[in-house]
């Protein structure tokens, strides 16, 4: 979606339109727990929209914000999507930061090079 939109991006309106295409279902949005600090574009409209799910990230504070907003329980890894993609830019292996379906993935679909 976010692709054949082109230019800037917000989560909003990527999560209006696949709940257009598919308003039956329910919408989970997974972050990490540093997103949280950032200034999100319509966050109580997207609050309302979806449940927040919120992995924990080292030195990020987790706490609840709004009601529809979860804690996962998991390890902390120290990795992130923009590190990822840095790293798939400088032309750089993700294979041991992503699962072996994702790498194969990204390196045939040749994603954020």
Do not use: K
């Not at 966050?43 to 990020?60: D, I, K």
């Amino acid at each position: 979606v976010e692709l054949r939109r082109g230019g800037l991006s917000y989560t909003l309106e990527t999560v209006r339109a696949l709940q257009q295409r598919h308003p039956r279902h329910i919408w989970f949005l997974i972050v990490g727990a540093d997103m949280l600090a950032v200034r999100w574009y319509g966050l109580p409209e997207l609050a309302r929209r979806c449940t927040f799910l919120v992995a924990g990230r080292a030195g990020a504070d987790v706490r609840e914000r709004f009601p529809r907003m979860r804690r996962l329980t998991m390890p902390t890894l120290d990795i992130s999507s923009s590190m990822i993609r840095t790293a798939l830019r400088r032309g750089q292996s993700v294979r041991y930061l992503v699962p072996e379906a994702v790498d194969r993935y990204l390196r045939r679909h040749r994603l954020y090079r």
